[in-house]
């Protein structure tokens, strides 16, 4: 088992940055490809980006291309997202996911954190 805590949404203005964290914990999580996910009030999940255990593979949704930056720290079992020049559509519950096999820009991940709320004001 691979349990994921987010931590650091808030509330932040348009063109702003933020930087949220999902700590990893359980079973050899440095191992894990790990992704994010977000979803806004009425709208599926959908994915933000991802990248593999080692950091070699990364994988972003063109919305987020060039203002995102996924990274990971095995020492500390911990995965980041720095987000630049946000926008109001950005507005939405950002989940973390982990998975022992590849990372993936689908929601087919085993394991999930319970979400961080990020809100971008116009």
């Known amino acids: 088992q691979v349990q994921l805590v987010e931590s650091g949404g808030g509330l932040v203005q348009a063109g702003g940055s933020l930087r949220v964290s999902c700590a990893a914990s359980g079973r050899t999580s440095s191992n894990y490809a790990m992704g994010w996910f977000r979803q806004a009030p009425g709208k599926e999940r959908e994915f933000v980006a991802a990248i593999g255990w080692s950091g070699a593979i990364i994988y972003y949704a063109d919305s987020v291309k060039g203002r995102f930056t996924i990274s990971r720290d095995n020492a500390k079992n911990t995965l980041y997202l720095q987000m630049n020049s946000l926008k109001p559509e950005d507005t939405a519950v950002y989940y973390c996911?982990?998975?022992?096999?590849?990372?993936?820009?689908?929601?087919?991940?085993?394991?999930w954190g319970q979400g961080t709320q990020v809100t971008v004001s116009s």
């Open positions: 996911a982990a998975d022992p096999r590849r990372a993936m820009t689908g929601p087919w991940y085993n394991y």
